[in-house]
């Protein structure tokens, strides 16, 4: 996360998003560096049957969109928010300036980049080539370490609903919710108040 302190010195302008709105479009040239103060934002796709699939979740102090960005091509997705949200836009020219002046900065966004890149890597061969079980396994084990999620007395808990593990594995729901079952009475997983731990 870029300090909102050195943002400002670059033209940052917060602005908030409703539940479902959308942030930009697939197909659209970016404008802005995206980074959340508040909320949750999705990157997905729809095939032509209307199935969204998402390609990632970002939250709180997490920065998304930046791939298009430095290489002046269109969104290949949708980001739009999961809930209601608060976000930092800081125009693309003055983004650039700030990573040039600021070569401190230009390494996090590096890091941050090739962590999503191993990411990516890592789920598409996940998602390829193994069994239901495993790729929920998979995803909730990387959640904990990417995203962060907050350790409880009972395990971490998975902040994702039973429709994001399906639209992050390319899974329907029935089959998720079949997987985590399976993984509960193998005890990999809880389940606890309807909540998923690990």
């Known amino acids: 996360m870029i300090a909102v302190e050195l943002l400002e010195k670059y033209g940052v302008v917060k602005k908030s998003f409703q539940k479902n709105?959308?942030?930009?479009?697939?197909?659209t040239l970016p404008t802005h560096y995206y980074q959340i103060i508040s909320g949750e934002i999705k990157m997905c796709n729809y095939n032509d049957d209307g199935r969204e699939f998402i390609q990632g979740i970002f939250y709180k102090e997490q920065s998304f969109g930046e791939p298009p960005l430095f290489l002046n091509q269109k969104y290949p997705a949708n980001s739009i928010a999961v809930e209601d949200s608060q976000i930092l836009l800081v125009p693309k020219s003055s983004f650039i300036k700030l990573?040039?002046?600021?070569?401190?900065?230009?390494?996090?966004?590096?890091?941050?980049?090739?962590?999503?890149?191993?990411?990516?890597?890592?789920?598409?061969a996940e998602i390829s080539t193994h069994e239901p079980e495993h790729r929920v396994l998979k995803l909730i084990d990387h959640g904990i370490a990417y995203f962060n999620f907050q350790k409880e007395a009972d395990g971490y808990l998975i902040n994702f609903t039973r429709q994001q593990i399906g639209d992050l594995t390319g899974l329907r729901v029935e089959t998720v919710i079949r997987a985590i079952k399976a993984l509960e009475k193998k005890g990999e997983l809880k389940i606890i108040n309807r909540k998923v731990y690990r």
Not at 21 to 27: P, Q, T, Y
Not at 114 to 124: E, F, G, T, W
């Open 21 to 27: 709105d959308i942030v930009f479009e697939e197909g």
């Open 99 to 124: 990573l040039e002046e600021n070569p401190i900065i230009s390494i996090k966004i590096i890091e941050n980049l090739a962590q999503r890149l191993y990411y990516k890597s890592v789920m598409a």
